[in-house]
Each structure stands twice: as structure tokens, then as C-alpha cells.
């Protein structure tokens, strides 16, 4: 029996809203004598035919069904076909709003009351009243309930429907921020190794014939260099598992690295000073690998830019809530010309790491000559959770 309950409700709107009328029909037609048939067959039709168009026109079809009830009360022909009325009121309830419910209720009710007065027995008035009232009054709740369900429901389709487009939001800027992070990643990486791997093969190339052990040292630096950056490439892109050898020999780069740095960029050709002042131990791994890339794209830049026997110097200050970096240089750059303008990922990338930690990026010539790289980033900032 539940199967067929739950056929049944598959059925078309339309198969339901026609199955009243024709049970009416029918039992006017089965139940009445020959000289009423007409009459009532016609006030039946009147009632019921109404209710096929009820979802299309809850109001014209609530207007016809008590013009038709009226008729009826007209002509004193007591019929079934009186439950229209409640079902054309239900669908105003169900349909329209308050105002439009309580108009139909209040037609339906006044119907109830002419009913009552010409139908009943002397004495009886009383419950028949009630009852057909209180049925007017269940008939126009449950419609209000069903557009009230009807509403929320919707209100929860589209609720689910804005958050799915702003989890696909999410996702997107998710995406986009992850393939600005590689590319950042990918510019350090890529140009500080290949920059120092160039300043080494030029020594060594210069030193083959001179000073053999020094040009061997070179060759061996440039090696270490190259896996250093395959590594750090692979770590980048997330195919680098903590567990792989390559991860314990190189790992992820922080202010306790900037030593080895220094003394790469020193073999390179730049002479460096590193300078850190306080302890490090309490700084994320994430802010000090922040460090690491600003210190390393500053003296990569320093590297590119300025001549030969240029010096770098690097000054970290740590503290409980903040990390300031310094990278100052001796070396004049090349002029630009007034209609160029930035580009590659340099200082822009610079920018962009300092601002995740809520630091200003500032990078300019100094009063004194040379260049220098200055920010401070803000360990407490809640950007830095998403850096």
C-alpha cells in the first residue's frame, strides 16, 4: 500500500485537480432523482469544473466557485459540491497573501452564515455554525501553511544555491592565490640559483687555468646550487614529501639559512655581511621563510644589478612581535630610462610577501649611494595566518 501511496503522488497536478470534479460529477449523478438531475448536475459543474484552473488562477477561480455557491444558495439546492468553496480557499491560502486570505475567508464565512440560516433546523443553528466555521478557518491555516512551507523551502534552495557559488568562489581565488604563490616561489627560486650559478661558472671559467682548486670549488658550489634549487622547485609545486632524503638535506629555507646564503652570495662574487640581533626559535616557519626569500631576491637584485666589487649587508632584528629585515648595498644601478617601467616579479613579489604579514615594503636608493631593501613584518597580524 505504501508503494502505491508513493505512485500516486507522482502523478501529474493536473490528474489531481481533476479528480475531485469528476467524483462530484458522479455522485450528483448517481444519487439524485430524475426532476433534480439537471439542476443539480449543472450547479455541480458550476462548483467543481472551477477547480481544474485553481493553481493557474487561485483568485478567478475562487470568484467563479462563489458566484456558483451563491446561485445555489439562490435556487435552495443543498449539494456535496459545496467542498469546492473550501478547496478554492485553500489555494487562495496556499497562493495569494494575507490580505487575499482573509477576503476569500471572510466571502467563505458569509456563505457559512446564509447556509446555516436557510438549512438548518429551528434550533440548530448553533453547531452546523461552528463546525463549517471552524472548517473555514483549519481549510485557510493549513494554505497559509503551505505557502509559508513553500517560501522556505525556497528561501533554503536559494540559500544553498549562494553557497555553493561562493564555495566555487572561494575555490577560484583559492586557485588563483596558490599559482600567485608558485609563481612567486618560482621567480625566487629560479632567478636567485640561476644568477649565482652564472656568477660561479664565470669564476670558474676565469680561474680553470689559474687556480685549478678554485675553479674545482666553483664547479662543486654550482652543482649544490642546482640540486638546492631542483629541490626547493619540487617543494614549491608539492611534489616533495617531508620524508624524502632530499627534503632532510635541504630544508625549508628560514633565517637559520641565511648564513649559508651569505657565504653563497660572498662565493658568487658579492661580499656579504649578515647581521641578527635577538633569537629566532618562536617565529613560524612560514614567516621565516618570508625572510629568507626577501633577504635572497634583495641580494639576487644586488647580485644582477650593481658592478663588480659592490658589498651587501643584511641586518635581521627579531622580536616577540615583529621581524625587521635590512639589506643595503654599495653599488650605484644602472640608470632607467623615464619611459620604462617595472617589471618581472621582483620587488612586486617582495611587496607582496611583506603585505601578507602586514609589513611595508620600501626599496630605493639611499641619501649615502647604494640601494636598500627595508620592511617589518607583524608576527600577531592575521593576514599572516593565510601567508
Same mark, same amino acid.
Given at each position: 500500500m505504501t508503494a502505491a501511496v508513493r505512485e500516486g503522488s507522482r502523478l501529474p497536478p493536473a490528474v489531481w485537480d481533476a479528480l475531485l470534479p469528476t467524483l462530484l460529477l458522479l455522485n450528483v449523478i448517481t444519487t439524485r432523482a430524475p426532476h433534480e438531475l439537471p439542476v443539480a448536475t449543472a450547479l455541480t459543474a458550476a462548483l467543481a469544473l472551477p477547480l481544474l484552473w485553481r493553481r493557474r488562477a487561485p483568485f478567478t477561480v475562487f470568484g467563479a466557485v462563489a458566484v456558483a455557491a451563491f446561485v445555489q444558495w439562490l435556487t435552495d439546492v443543498q449539494l456535496p459540491a459545496d467542498i469546492a468553496l473550501l478547496v478554492a480557499l485553500h489555494t487562495v491560502a496556499a497562493n495569494a497573501g494575507r490580505r487575499g486570505t482573509l477576503v476569500a475567508g471572510a466571502v467563505v464565512e458569509t456563505g457559512v452564515l446564509l447556509a446555516c440560516l436557510r438549512?438548518?433546523?429551528?434550533?440548530?443553528?448553533?453547531?452546523?455554525?461552528?463546525?463549517?466555521?471552524?472548517?473555514?478557518?483549519?481549510?485557510?491555516? +493549513?494554505?497559509?501553511?503551505?505557502? !509559508?512551507?513553500?517560501?522556505?523551502?525556497?528561501? +533554503?534552495?536559494?540559500?544553498?544555491?549562494? +553557497?555553493?557559488?561562493?564555495?566555487?568562489?572561494?575555490?577560484?581565488?583559492?586557485?588563483?592565490?596558490?599559482?600567485? #604563490?608558485?609563481?612567486?616561489?618560482?621567480?625566487?627560486?629560479? !632567478?636567485?640559483?640561476?644568477?649565482?650559478? =652564472?656568477?660561479?661558472?664565470?669564476?670558474? @671559467?676565469?680561474?680553470?687555468? #689559474?687556480? %685549478?682548486?678554485?675553479? !674545482?670549488?666553483?664547479?662543486?658550489?654550482?652543482?649544490? !646550487?642546482? #640540486?638546492?634549487?631542483?629541490?626547493?622547485?619540487r617543494r614549491s609545486l608539492g611534489v616533495l614529501r617531508t620524508d624524502e632524503p632530499d627534503a632532510q638535506r635541504h630544508p625549508l629555507p628560514g633565517i637559520a639559512q641565511l648564513e649559508t646564503l651569505a657565504d653563497q652570495m660572498c662565493a658568487a662574487g658579492? %661580499?656579504?655581511? +649578515? *647581521? =641578527? *640581533?635577538?633569537?629566532?626559535?618562536?617565529? %613560524?616557519?612560514?614567516?621565516?621563510?618570508?625572510?629568507?626569500?626577501? @633577504?635572497?631576491?634583495?641580494?639576487t637584485n644586488t647580485l644582477k644589478h650593481t658592478p663588480a666589487g659592490t658589498r651587501a649587508s643584511v641586518r635581521i632584528q627579531c622580536s616577540t612581535g615583529t621581524v625587521t629585515v635590512d639589506v643595503t648595498d654599495s653599488g650605484p644601478r644602472p640608470p632607467r630610462p623615464a619611459a620604462a617601467t617595472p617589471s618581472g616579479h621582483g620587488i612586486p613579489g617582495m611587496r607582496e610577501r611583506s603585505a601578507a604579514y602586514g609589513g611595508t615594503l620600501r626599496a630605493g636608493p639611499l641619501p649615502g649611494g647604494g640601494w636598500g631593501v627595508h620592511t617589518r613584518l607583524l608576527l600577531d597580524n592575521g593576514a599572516a595566518a593565510s601567508a
Open positions: 438549512w438548518t433546523t429551528e434550533g440548530a443553528f448553533l453547531t452546523p455554525f461552528v463546525a463549517a466555521t471552524a472548517m473555514t478557518v483549519a481549510t485557510a491555516v +493549513l494554505g497559509v501553511n503551505v505557502r !509559508t512551507t513553500r517560501a522556505y523551502l525556497a528561501a +533554503l534552495e536559494e540559500r544553498a544555491a549562494r +553557497l555553493q557559488q561562493e564555495q566555487e568562489q572561494q575555490a577560484r581565488l583559492a586557485a588563483a592565490e596558490e599559482r600567485t #604563490r608558485i609563481t612567486r616561489e618560482m621567480h625566487d627560486i629560479v !632567478t636567485h640559483n640561476l644568477s649565482v650559478m =652564472v656568477a660561479l661558472t664565470d669564476a670558474a @671559467v676565469y680561474a680553470q687555468h #689559474r687556480s %685549478p682548486d678554485k675553479a !674545482t670549488a666553483a664547479m662543486l658550489q654550482i652543482s649544490e !646550487t642546482g #640540486r638546492q634549487a631542483l629541490t626547493d622547485m658579492l %661580499p656579504t655581511r +649578515l *647581521h =641578527v *640581533h635577538g633569537g629566532h626559535t618562536h617565529i %613560524p616557519a612560514t614567516a621565516q621563510l618570508t625572510v629568507y626569500r626577501l @633577504v635572497q631576491e634583495a641580494l
